[in-house]
C-alpha cells in the first residue's frame, strides 16, 4: 500500500499493511501564511515521512467578523452576520489547501483544522469575555455560534470541493468539567458542534473528529460520545483513556493518538530506543485495524524530527 491507501484503509475500519503515523505542530509566526506555509507543510511532511498531512490553520485562529472585533455588548451578537464565501478568512484557507494537494497530488491525504463554531467565537475575544457573555445571554452565544456555522461549513465545502482535502480534522473544545455541566454543553455547544461536523460528513466519510485536551483540563469527555467521525483523537493521557478504552467510548471504526505531546512524554523527552518501544507497545495493544498512530495534540514545533520519523519507521517494520 502507498500512504494514501494505508490511511483510507484504516479510517475505513480495517486493516492496512502498516499501522499509518501521523503528527503536526503549529509553525513560526514568519512561516503562517502564503508560500511559506505552504512549503513548511511540505518540509515537515517529507522531513519525517509520515503518512498523511493535517494542515494547520495557523494566522486564522480568530473570526474576523466585525461584531466579535467591536464586541461591547452581548446583544450586539444578535446582529452578527456570515462573513461569507469570497471572504479572506475563506478563501486564503482554501488556497492553502490546494496549494498543498497539488503538491502532494495521490501521494496522501490532507486534512485540515477546523474549530468548532463556539472555539472560533472564544478564539477571537478569549476565554473570560465569552463566558461573561454565555452568564448574560446564552441564547445571543448559541445565536453568535449559529452564524459561525454557516461560515464553517462554508470553509468546510471550499477545503473539500474546490481544494480537494480529504476531509477536516474537526477540533472541539470548551467542555472542561469546571466550564460547563453536561447538559449546559448540550444545550449550548452541541447544536452549533453538530451542525457543522454532520455538514462534513456529508461531503467527506474520512473526517477526524480531535476532542481537544490541550489545556491539561479533563472534559466532560462524555458530551462527544455520539459525535460521529471517520476517526477519533482525545487526549489520552490527560483524560486518563486509552486507545482501546476510547474505541469502546466513542463506538469508532477508527482511533487516531496514543503518545502523549507535552515535554515530559516519551516522544519528546525520551530515547529513541523508548520511542521505538512505545510505539511497538501502542500497536500491540490497540491492534492493527482501525488504528492511526499520533498525539493528544499538537508538538511542540522544537521536537526534533527524528523522533517522529522514529516512530513511523518502527510503525512500517511491525
Avoid at 503549529?26 to 505552504?38: I, L, M, N, T
Avoid at 467542555?175 to 460528513?201: G, K
Wanted: glycine residues 8%.
Amino acid at each position: 500500500m502507498n500512504k494514501r491507501e494505508r490511511v483510507l484503509t484504516a479510517l475505513s475500519g480495517q486493516t492496512p499493511d502498516c499501522v499509518p503515523v501521523g503528527f503536526w505542530y503549529h509553525f513560526p509566526e514568519d512561516r503562517q501564511h502564503g508560500k511559506e506555509c505552504v512549503e513548511a507543510h511540505l518540509d515537515f511532511y517529507r522531513n519525517t515521512d509520515i503518512d498523511f498531512i493535517k494542515v494547520m490553520c495557523d494566522g486564522y485562529f480568530g473570526y474576523p467578523n466585525d461584531v466579535l472585533l467591536n464586541l461591547s455588548d452581548v446583544r450586539e451578537l444578535y446582529g452578527m452576520k456570515p462573513l461569507g464565501a469570497e471572504h479572506p478568512f475563506i478563501r486564503e484557507q482554501a488556497e492553502r489547501v490546494k496549494a498543498v494537494v497539488d503538491a502532494v497530488g495521490d501521494e496522501c491525504c490532507v486534512f485540515y483544522n477546523v474549530f468548532c463554531p463556539l472555539s472560533y467565537f472564544r478564539l477571537q475575544i478569549d476565554w473570560d469575555t465569552m463566558m461573561r457573555c454565555v452568564r448574560e445571554d446564552a441564547d445571543a452565544v448559541k445565536y453568535a455560534c449559529s452564524v459561525i456555522a454557516e461560515d464553517a461549513k462554508t470553509l468546510v465545502n471550499a477545503l473539500i470541493n474546490e481544494a480537494g482535502a480529504d476531509g477536516i480534522y474537526y477540533c472541539v473544545q470548551n467542555a472542561e468539567l469546571f466550564r460547563f455541566t453536561a447538559d449546559e454543553y448540550r444545550d449550548i455547544v452541541t447544536p452549533s458542534d453538530l451542525e457543522v461536523l454532520e455538514f462534513a460528513n456529508g461531503l467527506s466519510e474520512y473526517n477526524i473528529l480531535h476532542c481537544c485536551g490541550w489545556s491539561g483540563d479533563k472534559n466532560r469527555i462524555e458530551v462527544w460520545r455520539d459525535y460521529r467521525a471517520a476517526a477519533v483523537n482525545w487526549a489520552v493521557y490527560v483524560e486518563e483513556l486509552d486507545l482501546n478504552d476510547g474505541r469502546e467510548l466513542f463506538n469508532c471504526g477508527c482511533v487516531l493518538g496514543g503518545f502523549d505531546n507535552r515535554k515530559d512524554g516519551v516522544l519528546c523527552s525520551g530515547s529513541i530506543g523508548e520511542i521505538k518501544a512505545e510505539t511497538r507497545r501502542l500497536i500491540e495493544t490497540a491492534g492493527k485495524r482501525g488504528t492511526i498512530i499520533g498525539a493528544d495534540c499538537t508538538l511542540p514545533n522544537d521536537i526534533d524530527l527524528a523522533r517522529i520519523r522514529a516512530v513511523a519507521e518502527t510503525a512500517r517494520s511491525m
